[in-house]
């Protein structure tokens, strides 16, 4: 799947990147454009590789980290309506 440019390992390099990184403090939020089912069916990953579900599992959670912000309106509500921490209301 490598072209001559060596286009698809730069992606997946990149990709790589993007997926490890730590959460840099001046990253941007945003909300998703596209829901989350349909933007994984977009990577071409066939069914049967051995590190599919890793991967998925990484990109998932990277792309759903929380906003700081929002969490901590989300749990300020949950507390005052619900008595239950934004946590407690994951689970």
Same mark, same amino acid.
């Given at each position: 799947?490598?072209?001559?440019?060596?286009?698809?390992?730069?992606?997946?390099? =990149?990709?790589? %990147?993007?997926?490890?990184?730590?959460?840099?403090?001046?990253?941007?939020?945003?909300?998703?454009?596209?829901?989350?089912?349909?933007?994984?069916?977009?990577?071409?990953?066939?069914?049967?590789?051995?590190?599919?579900?890793?991967?998925?599992?990484?990109?998932?959670?990277?792309?759903?980290?929380?906003?700081? %912000?929002?969490?901590?309106?989300?749990?300020? =509500?949950?507390?005052?309506?619900?008595?239950?921490?934004?946590?407690?209301?994951?689970?």
């Amino acid at each position: 799947m490598l072209d001559d440019s060596g286009t698809f390992s730069n992606f997946l390099t =990149t990709l790589g %990147e993007v997926v490890t990184s730590p959460p840099d403090i001046h990253d941007k939020y945003q909300g998703l454009h596209k829901d989350i089912f349909h933007a994984f069916h977009m990577i071409p990953l066939p069914v049967n590789h051995g590190m599919r579900a890793p991967f998925l599992q990484a990109l998932r959670d990277h792309m759903m980290r929380w906003d700081p %912000e929002h969490r901590a309106s989300v749990d300020k =509500t949950c507390q005052k309506v619900f008595n239950l921490t934004f946590d407690q209301m994951l689970v």
